[in-house]
């Protein structure tokens, strides 16, 4: 065999060769198959189809349109603040909101919890709407210009001199060089009225403390803190009944009109008469008529300066402190 190979041999194949040879064959034997064609005809057919099928891409979401917000200008209601804060936001707060949504207006309430800063707020001309005692309103008319706007038709105010019940204080005469407490110097029927009575009526000359609120009042003259205390009906009445029964009344004043609720005069007189106009109506629904119980207000009526021009006779100026 050397050199010389046999006629039933094949010559040797590179890799190569091999390879190739592997690949023709292969490629025969399948085009030689019946089903070669059909074959092909589907591959193709499904690779068009899904070629012409679009890809699903689900549309972006739209960005949330932004509400658009008609703005008008901010009319603020100031409030004197007979009552603590907590109080205070219980009953003004929910007025509030009613009157916005009736008129329309953008109210705002603006609390101060102690009569001096309240004084100083009006003093100043911050409040466009002010719920204020008369005598308040006396001097914010006269300071600011302020204009009375409407007021309770059905009461008036009086103020209220007060010595508890286990106390040997009968009479106001007995409270001479006694310590007397006043929510503030100018709490017109607890304190500026109550004073001036005090020394040009009964020609007595307490010692007068301020505790800022008619509660502290109360509570002052229960504890013995003060022989006696000034305030008005309508705080004693909302006290808790066990307060009440430790309290008599040992005098009251005369009565007055009661507070009104007054306008600055940059509040455009259509606005005023909306807010005005608003007010009345709440009567006639029991939503609006308890939101008026607890200023009290059972009965609101159209203000006007007369109302108060007995305050201005008084000349009360010797016992009103200006705020600082």
Not at 85 to 95: D, G, K, T, V, Y
Not at 132 to 151: K, S, T, W
Request: proline fraction near 8%; include cysteine.
């Amino acid at each position: 065999m050397s050199g010389v190979m046999g006629s039933h041999e094949l010559p040797a194949l590179t890799y190569k060769t091999s390879l190739d040879h592997l690949f023709v064959t292969r490629i025969l034997r399948v085009k030689t198959c019946p089903s070669y064609f059909h074959w092909c005809l589907l591959l193709v057919g499904g690779l068009i189809g899904c070629e012409s099928k679009p890809a699903v891409v689900n549309p972006p979401t739209p960005a949330p349109t932004p509400q658009v917000v008609v703005e008008g200008p901010v009319y603020t209601i100031g409030v004197v603040p007979q009552w603590g804060s907590e109080r205070l936001f219980e009953i003004w707060q929910p007025l509030v909101n009613y009157l916005s949504d009736q008129t329309g207006l953008d109210l705002k309430l603006e609390p101060t919890f102690s009569i001096p800063n309240f004084e100083k707020g009006f003093t100043e001309g911050e409040y466009d709407f002010a719920y204020m005692n008369p005598y308040h309103f006396v001097c914010a008319q006269r300071d600011e210009g302020y204009m009375p706007l409407i007021r309770d038709d059905k009461r008036q105010l009086t103020g209220i001199l007060v010595a508890a019940n286990d106390s040997n204080i009968k009479s106001i005469e007995q409270l001479e060089g006694q310590r007397v407490d006043f929510p503030s110097p100018n709490a017109l029927g607890a304190s500026l009225y109550m004073r001036t009575l005090l020394a040009r009526m009964f020609k007595v000359e307490c010692v007068p403390k301020f505790v800022q609120t008619h509660e502290s009042v109360y509570l002052n003259v229960i504890s013995g803190k003060a022989a006696a205390g000034g305030g008005v009906r309508r705080t004693l009445e909302a006290q808790v009944p066990e307060l009440q029964e430790r309290l008599r009344v040992i005098y009251e004043t005369p009565g007055m009109a009661p507070h009104p609720l007054a306008y600055h005069p940059r509040v455009p007189e259509d606005v005023a008469a909306k807010v005005k106009a608003a007010i009345i109506e709440m009567t006639n629904s029991e939503e609006g008529r308890k939101l008026l119980a607890g200023i009290p207000m059972t009965k609101p009526a159209t203000a006007t300066d007369e109302d108060y021009q007995s305050l201005v006779d008084l000349k009360l100026e010797e016992f009103y402190q200006a705020p600082e």
